[in-house]
C-alpha cells in the first residue's frame, strides 16, 4: 500500500480543497408570475411553460418517457 514520504502541509491540502465547497443555486422572482425559479431555466405556472417572462407553451403537460408495451396474447 502506498503512503507518502513527507507530510503534506496544510497549506497546500487547504489549497487543494478550495475548489471543494458548493455555491448555491441562482433563483429568481418572476416579475409577471411572481413564482420562484431557477435563472435561464423554463418554469411551469398553472399549467403553462414560461420562459425569460413570457408564456412559451400554453396548456404545457411533459411528457414521461414511453415504458415499452406489454402485450399479451
Do not use: W
Not at 487543494?16 to 455555491?23: A, F, I, S, V
Not at 420562484?36 to 411553460?49: E, I, T
Not at 420562459?51 to 415504458?67: D, E, I, M, R, T
Amino acid at each position: 500500500m502506498a503512503h507518502p514520504k513527507r507530510r503534506q502541509s496544510s497549506t497546500r491540502r487547504d489549497k487543494r480543497r478550495t475548489h471543494d465547497k458548493l455555491t448555491p443555486k441562482a433563483v429568481t422572482i418572476c416579475p409577471n408570475t411572481g413564482e420562484l425559479h431557477l435563472r435561464h431555466k423554463a418554469y411551469v405556472v398553472d399549467g403553462d411553460l414560461y420562459h425569460n417572462g413570457k408564456v412559451a407553451v400554453k396548456n404545457f403537460a411533459p411528457v414521461a418517457a414511453a415504458a415499452p408495451s406489454t402485450d399479451e396474447e
